[in-house]
């Protein structure tokens, strides 16, 4: 363990998935696949919605700033998981475990409000119809995604301002993959009533409030789409949502799991289990789940790759 003058921790040692090498190097391989398949699809999604004028509507650009805010997660904690199977040496700067954290909150907020707007979206879109252009226009789903964006940023440097005052005198074994809130607050040698308190008034505001409106936006479609009179009208109103629904559904599940009782949830490895499924698995489902089955993408998708190849194939030797 390596100290600043005054006691204050230089590193910390992220402990991973210790296993034996054989079944580290099969993780490793998987997790690996998940990360570049992660990165393909939600390039493709973002790529594709951009270049083709006939998404350029309000579900298709949040489903757009989804499929980024999924690319630059990936980035922030797949490769620290990739490193815990490299080396047993998970060592991190006292500064990159506060950067890579900053990161994680704001974007982990950022898809909360994100989920929450784009619940709105289905809302306005299954249940004023005739009315929906001008209640959404494009000026409104501008202001609604930089508003998500800003609002993670946001609270994520809140969160930080308090987490990074604290001292941490040693241990410096965190119990995860990445740097988490609650393996950091475990860890603290200083008073950390203050930071606990902003960390759970501003959950509060990011994880429940946006909850909140998730169930009421839904609980408006339900009863829209039980009004109507028939069996395929119904079935063509859920399926605009359905997707939208499932992966909120998994996103809210793992995240208040986790994050609900977080002192009492660290004492169990399960915590680094969930985390993987909203940290990897989440992102890496995310395409398939809202784009890669709507026909409108795929056409688009398809379009796209045809148009490239042509591209190439008149390009002179």
């Not at 609650?182 to 501003?202: G, H, I, R, W, Y």
């Not at 989440?282 to 789940?289: D, K």
């Amino acid at each position: 363990m390596r100290n600043l003058s005054g006691g204050h921790i230089v590193d910390f040692v992220l402990v991973g998935f210790p296993t034996s090498p054989p079944l580290q190097l099969l993780l490793f391989i998987f997790f690996f696949a998940i990360y570049l398949l992660t990165l393909l699809e939600n390039t493709l999604i973002v790529s594709t919605i951009w270049f083709t004028p006939s998404l350029h509507r309000p579900m298709y650009f949040f489903l757009g700033h989804l499929s980024f805010l999924e690319l630059w997660y990936i980035n922030v904690t797949i490769p620290r998981l990739l490193g815990a199977f490299l080396t047993q040496d998970g060592r991190v700067s006292y500064v990159g475990c506060m950067t890579q954290l900053y990161f994680f909150i704001a974007l982990a907020c950022t898809e909360c409000v994100l989920l929450a707007v784009m619940a709105y979206d289905r809302y306005l879109a299954i249940c004023e119809p005739l009315r929906y252009p001008s209640l959404m226009p494009s000026s409104l789903a501008t202001r609604l995604a930089a508003a998500s964006w800003g609002s993670g940023f946001f609270s994520s440097m809140m969160k930080l301002l308090f987490i990074s005052r604290l001292s941490y005198c040693g241990p410096n074994i965190i119990n995860h993959f990445f740097c988490d809130i609650s393996p950091l607050l475990n860890l603290t040698c200083s008073d950390k009533e203050q930071a606990e308190l902003v960390d759970f008034l501003l959950a509060l505001v990011m994880i429940l409030l946006p909850l909140l409106a998730v169930v009421s936006s839904y609980a408006a479609i339900i009863v829209a789409i039980l009004r109507i009179p028939t069996a395929q009208g119904r079935h063509k109103a859920f399926s605009t949502c359905a997707s939208h629904l499932a992966v909120v559904v998994i996103y809210y599940s793992s995240t208040l799991f986790t994050y609900a009782r977080p002192r009492a949830m660290y004492m169990f490895n399960h915590n680094k289990i969930i985390s993987v499924l909203y940290t990897v698995i989440v992102p890496f489902l995310n395409p398939a789940i809202y784009c890669l089955r709507n026909k409108e993408v795929k056409d688009a998708f398809g379009k796209t790759v045809l148009e490239r190849c042509h591209c190439h194939r008149d390009v002179p030797d």
